[in-house]
C-alpha cells in the first residue's frame, strides 16, 4: 500500500513563506499524477495545484500566482512552495496521488499538515 507523508507545515506571518513536502512511500508503484489540497475551517476541501508525472501542472485560478508546485520523481516527492501568504491561506494542507500499484490505480492521501498564517 502506498503511503504518502506531508510535512513543511507551521505558523508563518503574513506575506511570508512555507514549502510544504510530501513523500510517497510503498512496494512497486508508480506515480500518475499527485495534488495538493486545503481545507479551512467550516469550509469545503479544495484542490490547490495538481502536478503530472510529465511536470505539467495546473492551478486553482486565485492561487497561480502566489503558489508552486514542483516534484522530484526520483524521491517520489512533491512540493509547495507557497509565498506571499495571507491569513486566508490558513488551512489544512494535503497532498494525494494516483498511482499504479499491482496493475490497479488508486488515489491515495496523506494525513495532512497544518498551516497557520497570523501575526
Known amino acids: 500500500q502506498v503511503q504518502l507523508v506531508e510535512s513543511g507545515g507551521g505558523l508563518v506571518q503574513p506575506g511570508g513563506s512555507l514549502r510544504l513536502s510530501c513523500a510517497a512511500s510503498?512496494?512497486?508503484?508508480?506515480?500518475?499524477?499527485m495534488a495538493w489540497h486545503r481545507q479551512a475551517p467550516g469550509k469545503q476541501r479544495e484542490l490547490v495545484a495538481t502536478?503530472?508525472?510529465?511536470?505539467?501542472?495546473n492551478y486553482a485560478d486565485s492561487l497561480k500566482v502566489r503558489f508552486t508546485i514542483s516534484r522530484d520523481n526520483a524521491k517520489n516527492t512533491v512540493y509547495l512552495q507557497m509565498s506571499s501568504l495571507k491569513t486566508e491561506d490558513t488551512a489544512v494542507y494535503y497532498c494525494?496521488?494516483?498511482?499504479?500499484?499491482?496493475?490497479?490505480?488508486?488515489?491515495?492521501w496523506g494525513r495532512g499538515t497544518q498551516v497557520a498564517v497570523s501575526s
Open positions: 494525494s496521488a494516483r498511482v499504479i500499484q499491482e496493475l490497479r490505480c488508486t488515489d491515495v
Open positions: 510503498g512496494r512497486m508503484f508508480s506515480i500518475v499524477s
Open positions: 502536478v503530472t508525472s510529465g511536470g505539467s501542472s
